[in-house]
């Protein structure tokens, strides 16, 4: 979780957002306009999921274009970047980059994009998801023994504490994950994961401006454009 590593957390791709209100935010990418909104069996698509994540964070546009596939592809590629942590006690592993019953989602469609505002990271990630898939995804809890863990990157110990809450307002349910770092607040982070209606959204917060009142606006305006966008 140290450094500017940009990972999936709470299923979301870090990146880095001075939050003094979250404006200006639009609607997605005109690519891919002409794809079906649904699949064969009903899901959305990564297409579509795509099109609904938000352009603009505090008027920043996004740091690069928006990528789309399954999930579990996605998942895979941020685990092969995230694979110099070592994390202790290593049963945390899971619990601390991703904070979520995540294998509920298998080979989901899914959509991300990242933006960097400042010195600070916002991300976005989009799931296609059943009622079913959404409820297992927002019953997990942190462990009782990852309250507080310790990764070690390139030689270098930092210690954490990790805690997560069930939170109201914002889709039909969501939950927040907190990591804070024991020394630099610049790896400070906050993510928020809800459900809507046929998919999950998650949005992260990451460095010395996260705060709980930063992800949870975020989480707002983008659940708000994605549930007008995929209606």
Same mark, same amino acid.
């Given at each position: 979780?140290?450094?500017?590593?940009?990972?999936?957390? +709470?299923?979301?791709?870090?990146?880095?957002?001075?939050?003094?209100?979250?404006?200006?935010?639009?609607?997605?990418?005109?690519?891919?306009?002409?794809?079906?909104?649904?699949?064969?069996?009903?899901?959305?698509?990564?297409?579509?999921?795509?099109?609904?994540?938000?352009?603009?964070?505090?008027?920043?546009?996004?740091?690069?274009?928006? +990528?789309?596939?399954?999930? +579990?592809?996605?998942?895979?590629?941020?685990?092969?970047?995230?694979?110099?942590?070592?994390?202790?006690?290593?049963?945390?592993?899971?619990?601390?980059?991703?904070?979520?019953?995540?294998?509920?989602?298998?080979?989901?469609?899914?959509?991300?994009?990242?933006?960097?505002?400042?010195?600070?990271?916002?991300?976005?990630?989009?799931?296609?998801?059943?009622?079913?898939?959404?409820?297992?995804?927002?019953?997990?809890?942190?462990?009782?023994?990852?309250?507080?863990?310790?990764?070690?990157?390139?030689?270098?110990?930092?210690?954490?504490?990790?805690?997560?809450?069930?939170?109201?307002?914002?889709?039909?349910?969501?939950?927040?994950?907190?990591?804070?770092?024991?020394?630099?607040?610049?790896?400070?982070?906050?993510?928020?994961?809800?459900?809507?209606?046929?998919?999950?959204?998650?949005?992260?917060?990451?460095?010395?401006?996260? +705060?709980?009142?930063?992800?949870?606006?975020?989480?707002?305006?983008?659940?708000?454009?994605?549930?007008?966008?995929?209606?």
């Amino acid at each position: 979780m140290a450094g500017s590593c940009w990972r999936i957390a +709470s299923g979301l791709l870090l990146a880095p957002v001075a939050v003094a209100g979250l404006a200006g935010c639009g609607g997605g990418s005109s690519s891919s306009s002409s794809a079906a909104t649904t699949s064969a069996n009903g899901a959305l698509t990564s297409a579509t999921l795509r099109q609904a994540l938000l352009t603009r964070v505090n008027g920043a546009a996004a740091a690069a274009p928006a +990528s789309s596939g399954t999930y +579990s592809s996605m998942q895979a590629a941020n685990s092969k970047a995230a694979s110099g942590i070592q994390v202790t006690p290593k049963a945390c592993s899971a619990a601390a980059t991703v904070g979520f019953n995540s294998a509920a989602l298998g080979t989901a469609p899914a959509a991300a994009v990242t933006f960097r505002v400042g010195t600070n990271g916002v991300s976005e990630v989009l799931i296609a998801s059943s009622a079913g898939s959404a409820s297992a995804v927002l019953a997990g809890r942190v462990p009782a023994g990852c309250t507080k863990y310790q990764g070690k990157v390139a030689g270098r110990t930092v210690k954490y504490g990790l805690t997560g809450k069930a939170v109201t307002g914002i889709g039909q349910q969501a939950r927040e994950l907190n990591v804070r770092t024991g020394g630099a607040a610049t790896d400070n982070q906050w993510s928020l994961i809800y459900r809507g209606a046929g998919f999950v959204g998650t949005v992260t917060v990451i460095g010395p401006n996260a +705060s709980e009142a930063a992800v949870r606006e975020l989480a707002q305006q983008a659940y708000a454009f994605a549930a007008r966008a995929l209606a």
